[in-house]
């Protein structure tokens, strides 16, 4: 049974650094690529970062550019850990944050597994 198991999140004053962490396992994750989602309050959830199978790739919303750094740590087959290393944070970065795979794209990746009960970031003074 795949999971994904976000954590990380918490309260966080603007401009200060936040670093998130999903466990994706339950299924071999070789050739997929995994990126961080976010759903803000009354907003559609969003894409906000990615990264291939290898590492090799990555892309970034443009909101987020400069800011977020995605990386993976393929442990093992069927485990893999991606973190979301989030700096210089601003109220709008404020949402629950998910992860979620994809067999066939990076940019413009999708999440074709079940959702995890995602991390919550509040950026606020």
């Known amino acids: 049974q795949v999971q994904l198991e976000e954590s990380g999140g918490g309260l966080v004053q603007p401009g200060g650094s936040l670093t998130l962490s999903c466990v994706a396992s339950?299924?071999?994750?070789?050739?997929?690529?995994m990126g961080w989602f976010r759903q803000a309050p009354g907003q559609e959830r969003e894409l906000v970062a990615a990264?291939?199978?290898?590492?090799?790739?990555?892309?970034?919303?443009d909101s987020v550019k400069g800011q977020f750094t995605i990386s993976r740590n393929n442990t093992e087959n069927t485990k893999c850990v991606v973190a979301l290393q989030m700096t210089r944070l601003k109220y709008a970065d404020t949402a629950v944050y998910y992860c979620?795979?994809?067999?066939?794209?990076?940019?413009?990746?999708?999440?074709?597994?079940?959702w995890g009960k995602g991390t919550l970031v509040t950026v606020s003074s």
């Open positions: 339950g299924r071999i994750w070789r050739n997929y690529a």
């Open positions: 990264i291939s199978w290898s590492g090799i790739s990555t892309w970034y919303a």
């Open positions: 979620n795979a994809d067999p066939n794209r990076v940019a413009g990746m999708r999440g074709v597994e079940r």
